[in-house]
Nanobody, 123 residues
Framework: QVQLVESGGGLVQAGGSLRLSCAAS????????MGWFRQAPGKEREFVAT????????YYADSVKGRFTISRDNAKNTVYLQMNNLKLEDTAVYYC????????????????WGQGTQVTVSS
């Protein structure tokens, strides 16, 4: 089983930036697509971005395209989410997970969710 620990969240003003990290342990995730998700208060968890096992393919939700960048360091078993030009509507708890391909990762991620990291964007 893979354990996922997200970090890097915080309070930031609109227009600011944050870099989130997701450290995986228990086994290597280098062969899996990895993704970021978020859940705002009162809303369901939603897809944010995915990255293929070798970083060659990335996909983004329309709401974050052009502002967020997903990346990974397989040697460190870690996935990152660089968030720029943050907006109030980006406020949420951010989670990572993985799967076999982008579609499967979005619909049926493989592992138990971590505790997430809170991102709060203020005006």
């Amino acid at each position: 089983q893979v354990q996922l620990v997200e970090s890097g969240g915080g309070l930031v003003q609109a227009g600011g930036s944050l870099r989130l990290s997701c450290a995986a342990s228990g086994r290597t995730v280098s062969g899996y697509t990895m993704g970021w998700f978020r859940q705002a208060p009162g809303k369901e968890r939603e897809f944010v971005a995915t990255i293929s096992w070798n970083g060659g393919s990335t996909y983004y939700a329309d709401s974050v395209k052009g502002r967020f960048t997903i990346s990974r360091d397989n040697a460190k078993n870690t996935v990152y989410l660089q968030m720029n030009n943050l907006k109030l509507e980006d406020t949420a708890v951010y989670y990572c997970n993985g799967g076999n391909g982008a579609i499967a990762t979005r619909s049926s991620p493989l592992w138990a969710w971590g505790q997430g990291t809170q991102v709060t964007v203020s005006s």
